[in-house]
């Protein structure tokens, strides 16, 4: 399995926001083929990143997801403000080398 890792600094008042956007997204990649799940994960703690992890069953299927028009097609519309956004954070990619516990 391979897990990409999306670190984003979001200002404050941006928050809702900023999960309101993922909530109403256009939901392409669900439709890509080697897609495991998404998860958006908000900070426990004050200044630290939301992150959104997405799970591909390899390498190859996330990197065929970039390349897709698809992929093009959701990050096209910006529906927030720069404002939005703090410095720092970023793109993180792994493979998953162990892995334990109940996983769909």
């Given amino acids: 399995m391979f897990v990409v890792s999306n670190r984003i600094m979001v ?3 941006f928050e809702e926001a900023f999960a ?3 909530r109403q997204r256009a939901g ?3 439709k890509q083929p080697g897609f495991v799940n998404l998860q958006v994960l908000r900070p426990a703690r004050e200044g630290a990143p939301w992150v959104v992890m997405t799970h591909w069953q390899d ?3 996330f990197e065929a ?3 897709s028009e698809d992929f093009k ?3 096209r519309e910006q529906t927030l403000p720069k404002e ?3 410095s720092g954070g ?3 990619m792994h493979e998953v080398e162990i892995q334990a516990g109940s996983h769909n």
């Fill in 11 to 13: 200002n404050a008042g």
């Fill in 28 to 30: 392409q990649v669900e």
């Fill in 65 to 67: 997801w970039v390349e």
């Fill in 90 to 92: 970023g793109l993180e």
């Fill in 84 to 86: 939005a956004f703090g």
């Fill in 59 to 61: 390498k190859a299927a």
């Fill in 20 to 22: 309101e956007r993922f």
């Fill in 73 to 75: 097609l959701a990050h």
